[in-house]
T-cell receptor
Framework: KAGVTQTPRYLIKTRGQQVTLSCSPI?????VSWYQQTPGQGLQFLFE???????NKGNFPGRFSGRQFSNSRSEMNVSTLELGDSALYLC??????????FGDGTRLSIL | ELKVEQNPLFLSMQEGKNYTIYCNYS?????LYWYRQDPGKSLESLFV?????AVKQEGRLMASLDTKARLSTLHITAAVHDLSATYFC????????FGKGTRLHILP
């Protein structure tokens, strides 16, 4: 069974640009969550989608947005990038009460 | 708002010793997860604890959950170098919130 796939693995952007990250969950998993991981703040919850609906949102500014498609694939968009957005962005999928299954992440660097 | 606190945040220990990582959380939940992360890698699920008194064991690791005390523990028995990693607990309350992680370094 294929795991969670995130693309791209690495991205370098400059301040003010926008970026879109993609996540394909494990087949059959309808819940997809996004996390930002930084050395200082640790793993912070961004949002969760289930059946194309945003179910929960973390404490991030509106520059961070996401969506989920009918095949459960999800995208996350960050607009007007800031230096502080440099991080590892992790996507996870799950089913029922099971654990989150994480992808390898997208490492975003802002210059 | 749900807060999840782990301690210690850093732990350096000798091979062969036992130790416990603690995970406290601030609001009621009966769903707790433990994960492992190796440097430069993603997170790997270790345990899912779904009820008060739940205990799970895998090799040298054992996790338990006390929902009344809002406390979970991850116990390491006779540590070996391969267990060096960062360990996270995560608690579900409408969404899954992670602790800051415990960086475990086991000295050979």
């Amino acid at each position: 069974k294929a795991g969670v796939t995130q693309t791209p693995r690495y991205l370098i952007k400059t301040r003010g640009q926008q970026v879109t990250l993609s996540c394909s969950p494990i087949s059959g998993h309808r819940s997809v969550s996004w996390y930002q991981q930084t050395p200082g703040q640790g793993l912070q919850f961004l949002f969760e989608y289930f059946s194309e609906t945003q179910r929960n949102k973390g404490n991030f500014p509106g520059r961070f947005s996401g969506r989920q498609f009918s095949n459960s694939r999800s995208e996350m968009n960050v607009s007007t990038l800031e230096l502080g957005d440099s991080a590892l962005y992790l996507c996870a999928s799950r089913t029922g009460n099971g654990p989150q299954h994480f992808g390898d992440g997208t490492r975003l660097s802002i210059l | 708002e749900l807060k999840v606190e782990q301690n210690p945040l850093f732990l350096s220990m000798q091979e062969g010793k036992n130790y416990t990582i603690y995970c406290n959380y601030s609001t009621t939940s009966d769903r707790l997860y433990w994960y492992r992360q190796d440097p430069g890698k993603s997170l790997e699920s270790l345990f899912v604890l779904l009820s008060n008194g739940a205990v799970k064991q895998e090799g040298r690791l054992m996790a338990s959950l006390d929902t009344k005390a809002r406390l979970s523990t991850l116990h390491i028995t006779a540590a070996v170098h391969d267990l060096s990693a960062t360990y996270f607990c995560a608690v579900w309350r409408d969404k899954i919130i992670f602790g800051k992680g415990t960086r475990l370094h086991i000295l050979p």
